[in-house]
């Protein structure tokens, strides 16, 4: 018999209709009842926090990462779900999957649904991420179960704002599905970012500006103006800008903020392929760093923990030159 924690943190899944929306009560706590028929496993609900995700700070997350670290070392249990509002679950359990070193298993699960809904989908989630965390093989980092399908926490994001299929891998698929007989794995992760062992500590001023046409220089300059040490620059394309972005990212730079550059396009990598003034040639001669195709989300909670850190910046630019 396996022993599974349950650490609740709030969201929708645990939300019911009072009045005119769906919200939270100090009472509020999830549906375990889908879990009664599991003879073989032993299940531990511990409420956590009771917060709706967008209430969610990056601090908060290292809160919870550091919680899950200490279970991890305590190895009282042989695996955790988290459960917590879809808004921002990408990023508290990125933030997980960087800190923890993969000994315990943790998956991450929400609902789209409130409770009091009709075709409620808290329930199923819990159960399949439930039979995920007693199955998960090593080395998968942690994950993210809804709908039936299993993601790497470092890939996946929320796509829809309501549809219970929300939550993909865009460019990579799930890495598995939940079965009414049996968990079944199509492939395995082969990257992971990790940090260095040692405290989980984040440089707040990590700022993100996703660029569009006419629009992103001055925020940069506001940015970094305003002490901001590094900035996330979601750029066009490959990884493209007008030539007054790339002007203020290389003050910017010249300052001594770190500037890594992604894509605001869902999938693909930013290359150094367009040398004209504001092409990823020329902002890497000015000094960028390129995070592939990581989300901008993802990155800057990365970013700030290398600040955090005290990590230079060719230490952190060697981090990201795998992906």
Same mark, same amino acid.
């Given at each position: ?11 929708t ?11 939270? !009560?100090?009472?509020? /706590?999830?549906?375990?009842?889908s #879990?009664?028929?599991?003879? =073989?496993? %032993? *299940?531990v ?22 919680e ?31 800190h ?14 409130g ?14 991420a ?15 179960v ?18 219970? !299929?929300?939550f993909? /891998?865009?460019?990579?698929?799930? #890495?598995g599905?939940?079965? =009414?007989? %049996? *968990? ?11 940090l ?16 569009a046409?006419?629009y ?41 903020v ?25 902002l890497i ?5 390129s995070?592939?195709d ?5 990155i800057r ?14 230490h ?8």
């Amino acid at each position: 018999m396996k022993k599974i924690l349950i650490l609740s943190t709030g969201g929708t899944i645990e939300m019911l209709h009072e009045g005119k929306g769906l919200s939270l !009560s100090p009472t509020a /706590s999830i549906d375990t009842s889908s #879990l009664d028929s599991m003879s =073989d496993v %032993r *299940v531990v609900l511990r409420k956590y926090l009771n917060l709706p995700s967008p209430h969610i700070t990056p601090e908060i997350m290292v809160n919870i990462a550091e919680e899950l670290r200490k279970i991890e070392i305590s190895g009282e249990f042989d695996g955790v779900v988290v459960t917590h509002g879809t808004d921002t679950l990408e990023e508290t359990a990125f933030m997980a999957d960087i800190h923890l070193e993969g000994m315990l298993p943790v998956v991450f699960t929400a609902a789209m649904r409130g409770g009091s809904e009709l075709g409620v989908d808290g329930p199923r989630n819990i159960r399949s991420a439930v039979r995920v965390v007693c199955t998960e093989t090593e080395n998968l980092g942690v994950t993210v179960v809804l709908n039936d399908e299993i993601h790497a926490a470092g890939r996946v994001t929320k796509t829809c704002t309501s549809n219970v !299929s929300s939550f993909d /891998s865009p460019g990579y698929g799930p #890495l598995g599905f939940v079965d =009414d007989d %049996r *968990v079944i794995y199509h492939r395995l992760p082969i990257w992971r970012m990790n940090l260095p062992p040692g405290p989980l500590v984040l440089e707040e001023k990590v700022g993100l500006v996703r660029v569009a046409a006419g629009y992103g220089h001055d925020l940069i300059d506001f940015l970094a103006g305003s002490g901001y040490k590094g900035i996330i620059v979601e750029a066009f394309g490959r990884g493209n800008v007008h030539p007054d972005t790339a002007d203020a990212i290389e003050r910017a730079i010249d300052s001594g903020v770190v500037v890594i550059l992604t894509s605001r396009c869902h999938e693909g990598r930013v290359l150094g392929v367009y040398s004209y003034p504001g092409g990823g040639v020329d902002l890497i001669k000015r000094g960028v760093l390129s995070a592939g195709d990581m989300a901008g989300c993802k990155i800057r909670l990365f970013l700030m923990a290398c600040l955090g850190r005290k990590m230079k910046k060719d230490h952190i630019g060697k981090m990201l030159s795998s992906l």
